[in-house]
């Protein structure tokens, strides 16, 4: 098996505990996570300047829950390992 997956994933990392491979998966989630946030900031920000700019004053918009974009990229989605 270990001959396979080197022939078709040369680059890949071999694991065999599963832990190892929730704690992989969740770290990769964590950066997914992080770089969604960011865009978020960055939409917000450019909105809010837009608004300043124009003299009004911004009101991000709201999920039917009461969130707003932030708040849900800033949230936990999986618990720390």
């Not at 505990?17 to 900031?41: G, M, P």
């Not at 809010?48 to 990229?73: L, M, S």
Request: hydrophobic share 35%; charged share 20%; net charge positive.
């Amino acid at each position: 098996m270990a001959q396979i997956a080197t022939a078709c994933f040369p680059n890949a990392q071999q694991i065999q505990d599963c832990f190892q491979v929730q704690r992989l998966s969740s770290e990769l989630l964590q950066i997914i996570q992080v770089a969604l946030r960011k865009e978020a900031l960055t939409e917000d920000n450019a909105q809010v300047k837009a608004t300043r700019e124009r003299g009004g004053r911004y009101h991000a918009p709201r999920y039917e829950n009461g969130d707003i974009n932030q708040g849900v990229t800033g949230k936990k989605l999986l618990p720390a390992v």
